[in-house]
């Protein structure tokens, strides 16, 4: 019991890939400053004196027993979507990191005589598809086009451990924005220098979520044990693409009136730029908040002060 006669939390031994990742860094700092052990899943040679688990998705290799020490298993790991144009082979290797690498995580906690309780397993917000301006939760159906049929694919592959009756969180992961990396860091350049604009019609929805809130919403799932399957981990408070350029504009007191025109975008990314630039889905956080977690930043404004350090006006 703690001085004031409540109840200490559990502290947990937590596994956990992608740790050197945007998220995985920040998460493996939050858990372990709550007190829990925090176990980095490594493709690289482990470090005994870290701690470590070795694996290799690529190989299917993986140190299992290792996996048998952990209480929950939070699983981040994957190549990242915007690291360049889609050809073939980059859309073969995006896959095969997600679904793959996730397939091996579960069939071997599947096969451990004592395995983890949980698996949060990260998933995306592009399991929706492009859906204009239609108010989406987690029993909206699955849209079309690679990034959706990737998410299916990726969460149909958490399945044997749910059949083997390990509690599964499929963490539908919305925009995150953290002035430290992701899409976000790569915007402040051309804003700060007055280049930013609307992309496309700018009408498209982004659901987007503060890194701060998400770290937190995971470990709040890793110890709220009722809930399970699709989680959506997005900002109660979804905006266009207009509406998120003139707020970011805002915050910086720089003016966003250069649009991105939607043929530019075609002509220099392609595919990915129609799935990432142009589409969009306006997603709510339905199951998330109905477990009472409260969000720090709920919206865009706040966050983007607190990401970029400057005063909310």
């Not at 470590?52 to 290799?61: A, H, L, N, V, Y």
């Not at 990726?154 to 899409?183: C, F, H, M, Y």
């Not at 975008?265 to 409260?294: H, N, S, Y």
Request: charged share 20%; with cysteine; proline share 6%.
């Amino acid at each position: 019991m703690s001085e004031d006669g409540l109840a200490k939390p559990a502290l947990l031994r937590i596994a956990v890939t992608g740790s050197s990742g945007l998220v995985g860094t920040r998460l493996a700092a939050f858990l372990t400053a709550r007190g829990h052990h925090v176990r980095r899943v490594v493709r690289r040679p482990p470090d005994p004196d870290a701690d470590e688990i070795s694996w290799d998705p690529t190989t299917g290799r993986i140190d299992a027993a290792a996996l048998q020490e952990t209480d929950c298993l939070v699983h981040l790991a994957g190549d990242n979507v915007a690291a360049g144009r889609w050809t073939q082979a980059r859309k073969d290797a995006i896959r095969t990191s997600r679904v793959a690498g996730t397939r091996l995580l579960s069939e071997t906690l599947a096969k451990l005589a004592n395995a983890p309780r949980t698996l949060i397993a990260a998933s995306a917000i592009g399991y929706y598809g492009d859906r204009g301006d239609e108010t989406l939760t987690e029993g909206s159906p699955p849209g079309t086009g690679f990034l959706a049929d990737v998410c299916r694919q990726w969460e149909a592959a958490t399945e044997p451990a749910k059949q083997a009756g390990i509690r599964v969180v499929n963490l539908r992961i919305g925009l995150v924005l953290s002035a430290a990396g992701g899409a976000l860091a790569k915007m402040l350049t051309p804003f700060k220098l007055g280049l930013g604009g609307v992309v496309g019609s700018g009408r498209q929805y982004l659901s987007w979520i503060a890194l701060d809130d998400l770290v937190a919403a995971v470990h709040h799932l890793i110890v709220t044990e009722d809930v399970s399957g699709p989680v959506n981990a997005v900002s109660p408070n979804p905006v266009t693409n207009r509406e998120f350029t003139k707020t970011l504009g805002r915050v910086l007191r720089r003016p966003t009136i250069l649009p991105l025109p939607t043929s530019i975008i075609r002509l220099l990314f392609g595919e990915m730029g129609r799935a990432l630039l142009l589409a969009g889905a306006r997603v709510r956080p339905t199951k998330l908040q109905a477990t009472g977690f409260e969000f720090s930043h709920p919206r865009l404004d706040g966050a983007l002060c607190h990401e970029l350090g400057k005063t909310q006006t």
